[in-house]
Each structure stands twice: as C-alpha cells, then as structure tokens.
C-alpha cells in the first residue's frame, strides 16, 4: 500500500517546504500543482500560458485543467509507493476527482495534513518569500541569500505574492479550499499540524502524525 499523503494549508503556511522535505525523507515524489505550473510557465506550454493570467490574478485555474495534470501525473510509475501532493486538492470537485482516481489505483487511502498558520502571520511571511527565478526553489525565508542555494539563479518575488494579490489568494482559499477541509476531516487519516512553530518543529510532528495516521490505516502495523 502506498503512502498518499496531501499537504492542506493557505498559501504561505509552509506546506511546500515541509511537502518537500518528508518527500525527500521517504524517497517519494512530491507533487507541486503550483510549481508544476509554473515550471510549464517557464517552458511556454500553451495550456500554462492560459493559466498564467489567472495564476498572476491570485484566482485558480480551472477544476479539469488540474485534475488532468494530476491525473497523469499519478499515472507515472514513480508513485507506486506513495506520493506527497502540495496545492492539490484546492476545491471539493478536485477532492471528489482524485477520490476517484485513487479508487482506480487501488493504491490505498490518503492521509491529509492540514498546515495550520494564522492570517497575519501568512500575510508577513508571503511580503518577504524569495524564489529562484530559474529553477523556481524557494529562498531561505530569514533572507541573506543573494542567489539561490540549488542553481545560483536570481532571486525574485513570485509575481502573485504581491500585497494585493495575496490578499485575493487567501480570500479563494477560504472560499474554495477551506471547503476541502470539511470534505476531509471526519476520515481516521485526517491530521492538523501548528505551522507557526519553528520549521524543524513542524516537520518533527508531521513526520509523527503521518506514520500514526499510517499505522491506524494499516490496523496497526507501521508504514508499509
Ligand atoms: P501555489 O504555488 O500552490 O501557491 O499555486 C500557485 C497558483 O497556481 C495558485 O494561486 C493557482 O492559481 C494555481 N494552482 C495551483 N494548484 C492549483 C489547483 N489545485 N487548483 C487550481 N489552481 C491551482
């Protein structure tokens, strides 16, 4: 059975960093919908460059558009032991399609972790985040870095954590994402971590919370 793990949270509750960070812990891949776009931004695919206008509104890109790059994406034969999605599901529709999906992989049940920050703290964190122009990483959030740790490349302000934008994608997300929450929270897999703690404490409880929804999932037995 797969370990399927989704990052829930707002935008800057660091679900990203933390998705990036137990996927390379497991050896698993991390499903970014967001970096996904981005990267498909960069490479000038034409289904992106439609997105791109709403991405840079602060809006979400339409239900079918990303349920059919996760769909092909969980298609691919590197998610066979599991995978850590980060920015998917964003609404119920979505939530209902990858239920679906995963009845069709029969690769087990998922198990949620809601990343949980207060709005003000998101508002501060997204005014000073930094990413690689190139390859897209995000900076070290306390500064200092002149260019990225992973490439060297330019750091820049993503075009959508501006003020005004911000303010717009925490207004979807409590509009259209929180909904996913409820979808969610009555399953025995479902877990809501602090966020505003320290990174390594968050990633510390994360990692516990996982394996014990895990070890319930299976009966008992642990991670297999
Ligand atoms: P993120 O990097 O996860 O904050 O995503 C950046 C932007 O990509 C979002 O503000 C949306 O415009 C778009 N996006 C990413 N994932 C989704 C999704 N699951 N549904 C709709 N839009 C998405």
Redesign the pocket.
């Known amino acids: 059975m797969g370990l399927n793990v989704i990052m829930m949270g707002p ?1 800057g509750a660091g679900k ?1 960093t933390q998705a990036g960070r137990f996927a390379s812990d497991r050896g698993l891949p991390k499903i ?4 996904m ?2 990267e498909a931004v960069r490479d000038k695919n034409p289904t992106a460059l439609e ?1 791109k206008a ?2 840079d509104r ?4 339409d239900d079918a558009t ?1 349920i059919k790059i996760v769909a092909d994406r969980l298609a691919r034969p590197d998610v066979r032991d599991g995978f850590v999605l ?6 119920v529709a ?1 939530a209902r399609a990858l239920d679906e999906l995963m009845d069709r992989l029969d690769s087990g049940p998922l198990i949620v972790v809601d990343v949980a920050v207060p709005e003000q703290e998101l508002v501060r964190r997204l005014a000073i985040r930094r990413i690689c122009s190139r390859c897209g990483s995000n900076a070290d959030p306390t500064g200092g870095e002149a260019a990225c740790k992973q490439c060297g490349g330019t750091l820049e302000q993503r075009a ?1 954590d501006n003020q005004d934008v911000v303010l717009e ?1 925490l207004r979807v997300y409590q509009q259209a994402t929180r909904p996913v929450l409820d979808y969610y929270r009555d399953r025995p897999t479902f877990r809501v971590v602090n966020g505003a703690q320290a990174p390594d404490h968050v990633a510390h409880e994360l990692d516990a919370m996982i394996e014990d929804a895990a070890r319930r999932r299976n009966g008992k037995g642990g991670i297999s």
């Open positions: 935008p990203g970014s919908t967001g970096d776009l981005r997105a709403r991405m602060g809006e979400l890109v990303m980060d920015g998917f599901p964003r609404t979505q959508d994608r």
